[in-house]
């Protein structure tokens, strides 16, 4: 982790507070890092999922639809991570800038809802969510209060097996979603982007295309990234529960002076 230089970092927020502040269309993609103070590890650290469970033996749909039994132990360990967690400052920095009128979007590969739950009305689920089932064999979506989970795999009333509506890999994310991002990737004016490592396509590709076609590019990022020097304008180093905050303050300062 590199040292954090408050007094720089301070000069930048105010910098790209202003941006925010007249820009009309603002945009933000988040990832796994904005809910590590939520209490849920990045899968891909060191603490994360990853290095307990071999995500192709636990997180491809074949493994799944070989057997969802075996997956759903390994999704319930993960679910008690997530139905506990509440949502922290930088999700809710975000909801205030949204209710502020400086931000039109949020696009996150999170499963976690958190956005949701901090106040955020326009959110883009690229991976999905995993407050919500889909059963494999009709298409419905039960609410989890209708579903039993002993024994396992949980089966939809018409006998199929439930899955959660998240994107395993080896499946396609939904068109819709990524069409949403895509088009918010071509019209903002500045995009937020905020504890991603921007490596997973087709999300790795959205500050570029923003970039493209004229947007400011800001990260919030502990660590360097692929974006670090190359397609961000700037980089905000710092946990994003301190720097969202203060940006959106910042943001409201402007907009009520």
């Known amino acids: 982790m590199i040292e954090v230089n408050h007094?720089?970092?301070?000069?930048?927020?105010?910098?790209?507070?202003?941006?925010?502040?007249?820009?009309?269309?603002?945009?933000a993609l988040t990832?796994?890092?904005?809910?590590?103070?939520?209490?849920?590890?990045?899968?891909?650290?060191?603490?994360?999922?990853?290095?307990?469970?071999?995500?192709?033996?636990?997180?491809?749909?074949?493994?799944?639809?070989?057997?969802?039994?075996?997956?759903?132990?390994?999704?319930?360990?993960?679910?008690?991570?997530?139905r506990g967690a509440e949502p922290n400052p930088a999700h809710q920095a975000l909801a205030r800038l949204e209710e502020l009128g400086r931000l039109g979007?949020?696009?996150?590969?999170?499963?976690?809802?958190?956005?949701?739950?901090?106040?955020?009305?326009?959110?883009?689920?690229?991976?999905?969510?995993?407050?919500?089932?889909?059963?494999?064999?009709?298409?419905?979506?039960?609410?989890r209060a209708e579903v039993f989970f002993d024994p396992l795999p949980p089966l939809c009333a018409c006998g199929g097996v439930l899955k959660p509506d998240v994107v395993f890999f080896g499946e396609m994310l939904p068109m819709a979603a990524v069409e949403q991002a895509l088009e918010a990737a071509r019209t903002c004016q500045v995009?937020?982007?905020?504890?991603?490592?921007?490596?997973?396509?087709?999300?790795?590709?959205?500050?570029?295309?923003?970039?493209?076609?004229?947007?400011?590019?800001?990260?919030?990022?502990?660590?360097?990234?692929?974006?670090?020097g190359e397609v961000a304008d700037y980089s905000l180093v710092g946990g994003a529960s301190q720097v969202l905050p203060r940006l959106a303050e910042l943001v409201a300062g402007l907009l009520e002076g």
Not at 114 to 121: D, K, P, T, V
């Open 7 to 27: 007094d720089k970092l301070e000069q930048q927020m105010q910098q790209v507070a202003r941006l925010l502040a007249g820009a009309e269309q603002v945009a």
């Open 191 to 228: 995009m937020l982007v905020v504890g991603t490592s921007a490596l997973v396509a087709p999300a790795s590709q959205l500050p570029l295309l923003a970039k493209q076609s004229g947007a400011t590019v800001v990260e919030v990022n502990l660590e360097p990234t692929a974006l670090t």
């Open 105 to 143: 979007m949020v696009i996150t590969q999170n499963i976690d809802g958190l956005h949701q739950a901090a106040g955020s009305r326009r959110v883009v689920e690229l991976h999905g969510s995993g407050r919500r089932l889909i059963c494999q064999n009709c298409g419905r979506s039960p609410r």
């Open 31 to 82: 990832g796994a890092g904005i809910s590590v103070d939520s209490g849920i590890p990045d899968f891909r650290g060191a603490q994360g999922l990853w290095t307990k469970y071999d995500p192709m033996e636990y997180a491809s749909i074949q493994a799944f639809r070989r057997d969802p039994a075996k997956v759903w132990r390994m999704l319930l360990e993960l679910d008690e991570l997530v």
